[in-house]
T-cell receptor, first 114, second 114 residues
Framework: AQKVTQAQTEISVVEKEDVTLDCVYE???????LFWYKQPPSGELVFLIR??????QNEISGRYSWNFQKSTSSFNFTITASQVVDSAVYFC???????????FGKGMKLTVNP | AAGVIQSPRHLIKEKRETATLKCYPI?????VYWYQQGPGQDPQFLIS???????DKGSIPDRFSAQQFSDYHSELNMSSLELGDSALYFC?????????????FGQGTRLTVV
C-alpha cells in the first residue's frame, strides 16, 4: 500500500531562515513519482517539484532544493532564505507508476514571520 | 497561460440537495482528476477520466457520479448531500495519462452543506 507521512504538522520561522520539510513514503512499486505541492491561504494547490524513483540526483531550483534518498524512503524539501509569501501548507505526494492518483501526506503548515 | 477552471467557486446547499461541480481542463489536456479535501485534511482522490472514459476510481461515494464530455470538461454530480460532504473539491488536469505526470489543479470549489 502506498502511504506518505509528513511528521511535522506545523513550523514557524522568521524571514530569511532556511526551513526543511520532511516527507517519508511507502510503496511496493519500483517505479513511482514524488511531488511537493504548496497550498497558500487562498486555497489553490500549486505544483512545486517532481522526482521519479530512478533519479536520486538532488537539485536546487532558485530558493527550493530537495533531497531524495531511496535508502531511507525520504523526499525532503528545503526552502532557503524563507519569505513571508512562503507561508502555506505544503503537501508531499506519491504517485505509483501504474496508477493515476496522487496520495498526499497530511500536510505541513509553514508560517514565515517578518 | 490558461489554467484549470472550476465553477462555481463557492456553493452552499442544504442537506439532501443535489450539487453539480464543473471543471474545464487546460486546453489539450485529456485527463481529468477530482479530489476532495475536507477541512484541515489532505486531498483525497475521487475519480479520474481519460479521453472521456473513467480511468481510475478512489473513495468516491455512490451518491456521487462524474463524467467527462466530448469537449473534455468534466462534471461531478453529488446527490443526497450530507453535512460531511462539506469540503473543497479540486479538479486537476494533465496532458497525458501516465503515472508521474504533473497534475495542474484548479482553484477548487468550496461546497458547504447546511
Amino acid at each position: 500500500a502506498q502511504k506518505v507521512t509528513q511528521a511535522q504538522t506545523e513550523i514557524s520561522v522568521v524571514e530569511k531562515e532556511d526551513v526543511t520539510l520532511d516527507c517519508v513514503y511507502e510503496t511496493r512499486d519500483t517505479t513511482y513519482y514524488l511531488f511537493w505541492y504548496k497550498q497558500p491561504p487562498s486555497g489553490e494547490l500549486v505544483f512545486l517539484i517532481r522526482r521519479n524513483s530512478f533519479d536520486e540526483q538532488n537539485e536546487i531550483s532558485g530558493r527550493y532544493s530537495w533531497n531524495f534518498q531511496k535508502s531511507t524512503s525520504s523526499f525532503n524539501f528545503t526552502i532557503t532564505a524563507s519569505q513571508v509569501v512562503d507561508s502555506a501548507v505544503y503537501f508531499c505526494a506519491l504517485n505509483e507508476g501504474g496508477s493515476e492518483k496522487l496520495v498526499f501526506g497530511k500536510g505541513m503548515k509553514l508560517t514565515v514571520n517578518p | 497561460a490558461a489554467g484549470v477552471i472550476q465553477s462555481p467557486r463557492h456553493l452552499i446547499k442544504e442537506k439532501r440537495e443535489t450539487a453539480t461541480l464543473k471543471c474545464y481542463p487546460i486546453p489539450r489536456h485529456d485527463t481529468v482528476y477530482w479530489y476532495q479535501q475536507g477541512p484541515g485534511q489532505d486531498p483525497q482522490f475521487l475519480i479520474s477520466f481519460y479521453e472521456k472514459m473513467q480511468s481510475d476510481k478512489g473513495s468516491i461515494p455512490d451518491r456521487f457520479s462524474a463524467q467527462q464530455f466530448s469537449d473534455y470538461h468534466s462534471e461531478l454530480n453529488m446527490s443526497s448531500l450530507e453535512l460531511g460532504d462539506s469540503a473543497l473539491y479540486f479538479c486537476a488536469s494533465s496532458p497525458v495519462r501516465q503515472g508521474g505526470t504533473e497534475a495542474f489543479f484548479g482553484q477548487g470549489t468550496r461546497l458547504t452543506v447546511v
